[in-house]
C-alpha cells in the first residue's frame, strides 16, 4: 500500500489544522492506520491510531482530547488527524502509516510497514 500524507502548514497556537492521509494500492479495511509525527532532534512519536475496522481509536497522552482520528467511510481510502488546540511543541514533521498485521494498534514505529512522505506542521506562539 502507498500513502500520501497532506494537509500540513502553519498556524498559530490554539488553531487547527486537519491532515488527509490517502492510500492506494490496497483497501484501507486490510490494515490499521497511525499517525506519527518526528521533531528536529526527537524520536518519531505516535499519535494515534484506528483499527481496520474504525472501531477502535487510540492516543498518546501528549494529544488526548485535542487530536481525533478518524476514517472517511464513503471514500474509503482516506484517514484524518484532526488537530485543535495546537501549541507551538506540536511543531513537526507528521506522517501517516500503514500496519498490514491486523493486530492491535501498535505504538512502536518500526511495527508499521508502509509510511507516508510527511507533512510539515509548524505552530507558533
Known amino acids: 500500500v502507498q500513502l500520501q500524507a497532506s494537509g500540513g502548514g502553519m498556524v498559530q497556537a490554539g488553531g487547527s489544522l486537519r491532515l488527509s492521509c490517502v492510500a492506494s494500492?490496497?483497501?484501507?479495511?486490510?490494515?490499521?492506520v497511525a499517525w506519527f509525527r518526528q521533531a528536529p532532534g526527537k524520536e518519531r512519536e505516535f499519535l494515534a491510531g484506528?483499527?481496520?475496522?474504525?472501531?477502535?481509536?487510540?492516543y498518546a497522552d501528549s494529544v488526548k482530547g485535542r487530536f481525533t482520528i478518524s476514517r472517511d467511510n464513503a471514500a474509503k481510502n482516506t484517514w484524518y488527524l484532526q488537530m485543535s488546540m495546537l501549541k507551538p511543541e506540536d511543531t513537526a514533521v507528521y506522517y501517516c502509516?500503514?500496519?498490514?498485521?491486523?493486530?492491535?494498534?501498535?505504538?512502536?514505529?518500526?511495527?508499521?510497514?508502509?509510511w507516508g512522505q510527511g507533512t510539515l506542521v509548524t505552530v507558533s506562539s
Open positions: 502509516a500503514a500496519d498490514l498485521s491486523l493486530g492491535r494498534v501498535s505504538t512502536v514505529a518500526s511495527e508499521y510497514d508502509s
Open positions: 484506528i483499527r481496520w475496522n474504525a472501531l477502535n481509536t487510540y
Open positions: 494500492g490496497r483497501t484501507l479495511n486490510d490494515y490499521n
